[in-house]
């Protein structure tokens, strides 16, 4: 079992930056490849971002590439997003996800979520 929980979230102007964090309480955090999915309102979830269990590889949508970075610190059991360049579409909940050995772009492969945080960017 792994349990997750998503902070800083808040709100934040257009240009600006946030960094969520993630963290990780159970066994063998580890082992898991972990990663951030978004949900608008109305709108489905989507994938933002990923890390391999050893941070060797990063994955990213396109549309957060070059200002979103994904990092972890398994000694910490903690995962972090740092946001730049906000724009007022990365609005929405982000949730922190988890899944053993591989995670994908595909949410339906996930095995543990976290409750989600809520970004709001103003324009």
């Known amino acids: 079992q792994l349990q997750l929980v998503e902070s800083g979230g808040g709100l934040v102007q257009a240009g600006g930056s946030l960094r969520l964090a993630c963290l990780a309480s159970?066994?063998?955090?580890?082992?898991?490849?972990v990663g951030w999915f978004r949900q608008a309102p109305g709108k489905e979830r989507e994938f933002v971002a990923a890390i391999s269990w050893n941070g060797g590889d990063t994955f990213y949508a396109d549309s957060v590439k070059g200002r979103f970075t994904i990092s972890r610190d398994n000694a910490k059991n903690t995962m972090s997003l740092q946001m730049n360049s906000l724009k007022p579409e990365d609005t929405a909940v982000y949730y922190c996800?988890?899944?053993?050995?591989?995670?994908?772009?595909?949410?339906?492969?996930?095995?543990?979520w976290g409750k989600g945080t809520l970004v709001t960017v103003s324009s």
């Open positions: 159970g066994r063998s955090f580890y082992i898991y490849a």
């Open positions: 996800a988890a899944k053993r050995f591989v995670l994908t772009a595909d949410g339906a492969q996930v095995e543990y």
